[in-house]
């Protein structure tokens, strides 16, 4: 029998912040490059976007469970 692959550990949202605002900087740079042509400027935009999109969700999920309260045990009497 195979075993299931064990969770991978979360990023803490501090690091994600940090990674999403680096990525961001890179593509913002390459744009900068690319500035007026018609094909790379609006192909970098596309992935920008998209990239704060799917980084948005990331992250409002990493602060969902965050911020969540943990389940607390409850103890038998006796």
Same mark, same amino acid.
């Given at each position: 029998?195979?075993? +299931?692959?064990r969770p991978t550990p979360r990023e803490s949202?501090?690091?994600?912040?940090?990674n999403i605002g680096l990525e961001l900087a890179e593509i913002e740079l390459a744009i900068g490059y690319c500035r007026g042509d018609v094909v790379a400027e +609006?192909?970098?935009?596309?992935?920008w976007m998209a990239h704060l999109l799917i980084s948005s969700r990331e992250l409002l999920q990493n602060l969902l469970i965050d911020?969540?309260?943990?389940?607390?045990?409850?103890?038998?009497?006796?």
């Open positions: 029998m195979q075993t +299931p692959p949202t501090e690091a994600m912040v940090r +609006p192909k970098l935009t596309g992935t911020t969540a309260k943990k389940p607390q045990r409850i103890n038998a009497p006796g």
